[in-house]
C-alpha cells in the first residue's frame, strides 16, 4: 500500500490513474478527468503547473536525506516532467503517456516508501471531503444572496472562491493548501468582524454557514 499522505505518494497516485487512460484521448480531457477540474485550458494548465511543482517538492524533500542515493531515487523525474511540459492540450494522450514509464513509477513508489519514514501530512478521508464541499457552497450562496454591504460581501466571496480552489488542488496539493486558504479566510472574518457583527441580525445564515466552515476546516488543519 502507497503512502499517500506525502507528496510522491500523491503524484503516483495520480500518474497510475493518467496511465490508464486511453491513447486516443485527448491531453485536456484526461488531466481534467485525472485531477476532478473543468475541462477549461487556463484551469487545466494551471492544475498541470501545480503537478509540476509537486514533482519538484518531492525532488527536494528527497534530497533533503544524505544518506540516500538520489541519482537512484530521482533519476526517472525528467521522464516525469516531460509528461506535464511541453503542455499541448489538444494533441492526443500517447504523447505525453510515453514518458510516464513502469520503471518512472516505480522509482516514484520508492520515493514515496522512503518520504513515509520521515514525511507526512494530514489526509482527509472522502466523506470528511465531500462534507467541507457541501459547507463551502452553502457559504458561498448564502454570502451571494445576503444584503451584506458590497465590499464585504465581495471580500468574502474571494475568500470562498479561493477555498474552492484549495478544494480542487486538494488532491495535487493536498492540506498545505486547504490551510493557507483557512488561515485567509479567518483573516477576513477578524478584519471584517464588526461589519459581520452589524449585519448578523438580517444575515444570519452567513455567520451560521461560516462558522461551520471554518470548524469543519479547523478541526481538520489542527489535527
Request: a negative charge; charged letters at 25%; aromatic letters at 6%.
Amino acid at each position: 500500500m502507497i503512502d499517500q499522505s506525502n507528496p510522491a505518494g500523491r503524484l503516483h497516485k495520480i500518474l497510475s490513474l493518467a496511465k490508464s487512460r486511453k491513447d486516443q484521448e485527448k491531453i485536456r480531457t484526461v488531466w481534467a478527468n485525472v485531477l476532478n477540474v473543468e475541462q477549461d485550458d487556463v484551469v487545466v494548465t494551471k492544475a498541470v503547473v501545480e503537478l509540476y511543482s509537486l514533482s519538484n517538492e518531492i525532488q527536494s524533500l528527497i534530497k533533503i536525506n544524505d544518506q540516500l542515493n538520489h541519482n537512484l531515487y530521482l533519476k526517472s523525474f525528467n521522464h516525469i516532467n516531460r509528461a506535464f511540459f511541453p503542455l499541448n492540450l489538444g494533441a492526443n494522450w500517447s504523447s505525453a503517456k510515453v514518458h510516464l514509464t513502469d520503471e518512472a513509477l516505480t522509482r516514484l513508489q520508492f520515493c514515496a516508501e522512503e518520504l513515509s519514514t520521515f514525511y507526512a501530512e494530514d489526509t482527509l478521508s472522502d466523506e470528511d471531503l465531500a462534507e467541507i464541499i457541501e459547507k463551502t457552497e452553502a457559504l458561498f450562496e448564502a454570502v451571494f444572496n445576503s444584503s451584506l454591504p458590497d465590499v464585504l460581501r465581495l471580500s468574502l466571496l474571494e475568500e470562498v472562491e479561493r477555498l474552492r480552489s484549495s478544494i480542487s488542488m486538494y488532491r495535487i496539493k493536498g492540506a498545505k493548501g486547504l490551510k493557507e486558504a483557512l488561515q485567509g479566510t479567518i483573516g477576513a472574518v477578524v478584519v471584517n468582524q464588526e461589519e459581520l457583527k452589524s449585519g448578523a441580525g438580517r444575515n444570519p445564515d452567513v455567520l451560521k454557514r461560516l462558522g461551520e466552515l471554518i470548524d469543519k476546516l479547523d478541526s481538520f488543519t489542527a489535527r
